[in-house]
């Protein structure tokens, strides 16, 4: 990367591999011990600007992805609480107005978080919202209902122009229909929990017509981003946090504890009734009446005649017949 900028710092790493990770974090861990603020970040600004523009009108989401205990979540706190400080330098406010953690922290599976952050609409425009379930997008889970409350949760929230950050372990592993919605993918390369940062990588991901994604560096001013500093964020938003994940954990277990089961059941209600049964209640609605008809003005009718009124096989309208109670196979042998 090149100079420092007059706003943001850019820092050279050199030589790419392991050993600009080292450097950079050396870096980082520097300007934390010196007592300066942290710097401004230009992905938080550039994120704030473009959900707040009222001739773009839109939306942002993005994925962090990484190792187990790597610090997803942390990462997501960190970039959600400077996005919301840059929001509310734009539009006014506090940033928690934005961004706060105990109502603005979502399970998939907790189903009273989303139906309430859905109801409460005219508090719900330029939000900073986090999915901390990263067990719940997954690509073997398309048929949950967590799954399918993502899907509604972005295109119910994006008239809202909101910012959402997934947290996920693996972005290639999302499901289809939820990867396709994310704009920018965070990779959490190194945690240094202690020093009170993350290193991570960031990439902005462009789809051709083929369906083929690409993925590029963040550019900003020219200077193309490898990698990135996520700072711990303040005591405040981990604690509000922690109340988010506990609330939602009594939720569940109590959820579980009624019914045997959590929310995240596989969802077959479109096939509860099989098809056949289905096409037989249809048969029997549109042409029982003719049946019945048929049989009270000749006892004796035939499946033939039954087959050409009704345009229904023999087979099918055997079907309605036994259904019906006429039992014509029956009379038909007696005769």
């Known amino acids: 990367m090149s100079a420092v900028a007059s706003e943001y710092q850019f820092v050279p790493l050199g ?53 187990r205990g790597s610090g997803k979540s942390y990462t997501c706190l960190s970039a959600l609480s400077h996005i919301s400080e840059e929001i509310a330098n734009i539009r006014g406010g506090s940033p928690l107005d934005y961004f706060d953690p105990r109502t603005n922290v979502l399970a998939l599976d907790d189903a009273a978080s989303i139906s309430e952050l859905i109801a409460r609409k005219h508090h719900n425009k330029f939000q900073c919202l986090l999915i901390d379930d ?60 202690r020093g009170g940062f993350n290193v991570v990588r960031a990439n902005f991901h462009e789809v051709s017509q083929s369906g083929k994604d690409y993925k590029h560096r963040l550019n900003f001013g020219g200077n193309k981003v490898d990698l990135w500093a996520s700072f711990a964020p303040s005591k405040t938003i981990l604690d509000y ?25 596989r969802d077959y209600s479109s096939n509860k009734i099989p098809t056949v049964q289905k096409n037989l209640q249809h048969d029997i609605e549109a042409h029982g009446d003719t049946v019945l008809k048929m049989f009270k003005e000749n006892p004796k009718v035939s499946m033939r005649q039954i087959a050409a009124r009704t345009l229904l096989s023999p087979l099918n309208a055997s079907r309605v017949v036994e259904h019906l109670g006429l039992k014509f196979i029956v009379r038909k042998k007696n005769d």
């Open 134 to 193: 990263n067990t719940a997008l997954g690509n073997h889970d398309w048929n949950t209902r967590a799954s399918k409350n993502a899907v509604k949760i972005f295109l119910t929230m994006r008239t809202m122009r909101n910012c959402i950050f997934l947290n996920a372990p693996l972005f290639k592993n999302l499901d289809n229909s939820i990867r396709d919605f994310c704009q920018v993918t965070f990779w959490v390369e190194k945690g240094f929990h």
């Open 15 to 67: 030589p790419s591999g392991r050993g600009a990770i080292t450097r950079f974090a050396n870096s980082v861990q520097a300007h934390i011990k010196s007592g300066a603020p942290n710097p401004p970040s230009p992905f938080a600004k550039y994120v704030a600007e473009r959900i707040t523009n009222d001739d773009d009108r839109q939306d942002f989401i993005a994925a962090v992805s990484g190792p």
């Open 241 to 265: 946090y922690d109340i988010a994940r506990e609330e939602s954990a009594k939720r569940l277990a109590t959820l579980i504890a009624e019914t045997g089961s959590s929310v995240r059941e």
